[in-house]
T-cell receptor, first 113, second 108 residues
Framework: DAMVIQNPRYQVTQFGKPVTLSCSQT?????MYWYQQKSSQAPKLLFH???????NEADTPDNFQSRRPNTSFCFLDIRSPGLGDAAMYLC????????????FGPGTRLTVL | GQSLEQPSEVTAVEGAIVQINCTYQ??????LSWYQQHDGGAPTFLSY????GLEETGRFSSFLSRSDSYGYLLLQELQMKDSASYFC?????????FGKGTRLHILP
């Protein structure tokens, strides 16, 4: 089945220790998104790629970076995680011109010790 | 600014009908989507309204009124598995702005 895959599902890191979360998709969608979701809150868009074009949200901290080496893969790098970065990180995709319907991966739950 | 307002919690009885309202204020608005999210799970797409009116998909229906900046999600014949959070999301430009979500509790 075509899908969005996120690894790992659970990630524990230490305060200040860089961490990378990964996302892959078999849907061949050209748009990929990274969201941060904290408990009982809405998903918050961090950035998205339209093909290789990177679009950063104005309020996304510099601590968050992303890479998309090809259509299928996208990575979220947190350079120096703080306690406030503990959250669920969701990757999503959409087809060109259909931003209304996004396909989400299962998420990675990040814990910062 | 951009904002979406929806109730934080709604409680209904199994087999009943429930309506979750959403009002929005956003520039460059194209339409309204609804997503369902179970605890610990990913959001899943339910419906999209690009035009005014009602869209029906099985037990779920969604409505949009652009003149009122208002929409709702209607769930019929509620089942226990419908217990989840429901997010309205405004579609603008090339991205979605999510509301804070409505937690739906279903009583047997």
């Amino acid at each position: 089945d075509a899908m969005v895959i996120q690894n790992p599902r659970y990630q524990v890191t230490q305060f200040g220790k860089p961490v990378t979360l990964s996302c892959s998709q078999t849907l061949n969608h050209n748009v990929m998104y990274w969201y941060q979701q904290k408990s009982s809150q809405a998903p918050k868009l961090l950035f998205h790629y339209y093909d290789k074009d990177f679009n950063n949200e104005a309020d996304t901290p510099d601590n968050f970076q992303s890479r998309r080496p090809n259509t299928s893969f996208c990575f979220l790098d947190i350079r120096s995680p703080g306690l406030g970065d503990a959250a669920m990180y969701l990757c999503a995709t959409s087809r060109d011109g259909t931003v209304d319907e996004q396909f989400f991966g299962p998420g990675t739950r990040l814990t910062v010790l | 600014g951009q904002s979406l307002e929806q109730p934080s919690e709604v409680t209904a009885v199994e087999g009943a009908i429930v309506q979750i309202n959403c009002t929005y204020q956003t520039s460059g608005f194209y339409g309204l989507s609804w997503y369902q999210q179970h605890d610990g799970g990913a959001p899943t797409f339910l419906s999209y309204n690009g035009l005014d009116g009602l869209e029906e998909t099985g037990r779920f229906s969604s409505f949009l009124s652009r003149s009122d900046s208002y929409g709702y999600l209607l769930l019929q014949e509620l089942q226990m598995k419908d217990s989840a959070s429901y997010f309205c999301a405004a579609i603008r430009d090339d991205k979605i702005i999510f509301g804070k979500g409505t937690r739906l509790h279903i009583l047997p």
